[in-house]
């Protein structure tokens, strides 16, 4: 049974792969029609608008272009008449008359339910299709502040969901330890300490300019990070904005003080972001490496050794990266007869490029095209296996994807596999 946590982060997944596949959707002119209808909106208003809409589509010049616009609002229209009413998140519908290339349109509908409600009403026609409200129910709202600071240099940035972003970078003037011949010891002392000061303060105003935009509500709390005492000399120094200073949630010994950092300090601060998206996914990853690198140890990865291993029912926990778009292709060659299972990467919307045969070389036929991101989740499923997506925002996410084929199991048991 897939928990409701499990369930989410699919339907996540699937829903980033149909903007994937509408944000590469083209049309020949303004042709392509977005239609956001928010759970409230009544559907007597929205069909009202589009016949204006017709109505005046009926005036473009271009013969092509209003054939293609009066089509997709043709089809919107005998949509909503076999509608009662938008879902409880609203609905997107997308339509219109697509590029296919080789000179070539195709009339394409696809229809969404957001994840999310829907926060407008909104009816848009251009060359593409306008997706940023759905976009930004990708984004995780949860946003940390961070700051890593020592008396040399200073590093702002964010961390939303398993993003981590750096937004300011700036450099000290404050001397070193050693004072020029001809300064008395306490002159020195008095520049260095004014010098920090001033540091200090610019370090802050920079971090409110970041900070303070933010929603209250979508600012989970600020983390510094440093050495000691620097990181400590800037919080009781109360530099901070009054508001930013008491979203500070704690502080973490850090070696680094540039963007790397920034990774460095969200790696520490593992106690404070407990239960966060990225250190539940970096949880996982770090228990596949220890495995990995034992000898017998409990870790599998690529397509058809996971596959083989979920089949005997000895994956514990199945790990796929978010960045995973491959799909298994059968085909048979009609001239050999060689039939043959290969892996290959396809992105959204994107049709399958000519297969040759291995054999002979002679152009092969496609029996069957399947999702390999599916065909492990449904055999998870039926072993009782836990499914997990891995975001590719952080340095073992990224690892997942690019050194281990985005797909990669922690066992049960040594398999050989």
């Known amino acids: 049974m897939i928990c409701l946590e499990e369930f ?3 339907r996540k997944y699937e829903f980033k792969k149909q903007l994937e596949a509408l944000r590469e959707k083209r049309g020949r002119g303004t042709e392509l029609i977005s239609l956001y209808i928010p759970h409230d909106k009544q559907l007597s208003d929205v069909t009202s608008q589009l016949k204006e809409e017709y109505g005046q589509a009926s005036n473009i010049k271009s013969r092509l272009t209003r054939t293609n616009v009066l089509s997709a609002l043709d089809s919107l229209l005998s949509r909503l008449r ?5 879902p409880e ?3 997107v519908i997308f339509t219109g008359a697509v590029d296919v290339g080789a000179d070539k349109t195709d009339m394409q509908t696809v229809i969404i339910e957001p994840p999310e409600p829907l926060p407008l009403y909104k009816y848009h026609c251009d060359s593409d299709f306008f997706l940023e409200p759905l976009e930004e129910m990708l984004t995780d709202k949860k946003t940390f ?16 969901g398993t ?6 970078h700036l450099t000290s003037a404050v001397p070193g330890k050693q004072r020029k011949g001809g300064q008395s010891s306490r002159r020195f002392q008095q520049l260095r300490l004014i010098a920090i000061n001033e540091f200090y303060t610019r370090i802050g105003e ?3 300019e970041v900070f303070l935009p933010i929603e209250r509500k979508d600012l989970e709390g600020i983390i510094i990070g440093g050495p000691s005492p620097t990181k400590e000399e800037f919080r009781e120094g109360e530099y901070l904005h009054h508001e930013m200073q008491q979203k500070i949630l704690g502080l973490v010994d850090t070696s680094y003080t540039d963007e790397s950092g920034l990774y460095e300090l969200v790696e520490n601060a593992g106690d404070i972001l407990e239960g966060l998206d990225i250190m539940r996914e970096k949880g996982y990853m770090q228990r596949f490496m ?3 690198v034992k000898d017998k140890g409990r870790a599998s990865y690529g397509v058809d050794q996971v596959k083989g291993n979920l089949g005997m029912g000895a994956v514990e926990t199945l790990l796929l990266s978010e960045g995973l778009r491959k799909v298994r292709v059968s085909v048979v060659c009609s001239s050999c007869g060689r039939e043959e299972s290969i892996i290959i990467v396809k992105r959204p919307g994107e049709d399958i490029d000519t297969l040759v045969c291995r054999g002979c070389g002679e152009t092969v ?3 069957e095209v399947v999702d390999v991101v599916e065909e492990l989740s449904e055999i998870a499923d039926q072993m009782n296996t836990e499914v997990v997506f891995i975001s590719t925002d952080f340095e073992e996410g990224d690892q997942l994807l690019n050194a281990f084929g985005g797909v990669a199991g922690i066992l049960r048991y040594y398999t050989g596999i």
Do not use: C, F, P
Not at 163 to 168: A, F, G, V, W
């Open 8 to 10: 989410e982060a699919r």
């Open 82 to 86: 076999y509608m009662k009413g938008a």
């Open 89 to 91: 998140n609203g609905v």
């Open 145 to 160: 502040g961070l700051i890593v600071l020592d008396r040399r240099e200073a590093t702002i940035g964010l961390l939303q």
């Open 163 to 168: 993003h981590i972003e750096s937004l300011r």
């Open 206 to 208: 920079r971090a409110d």
């Open 290 to 292: 220890k495995e990995l």
């Open 365 to 367: 036929n496609v029996k």
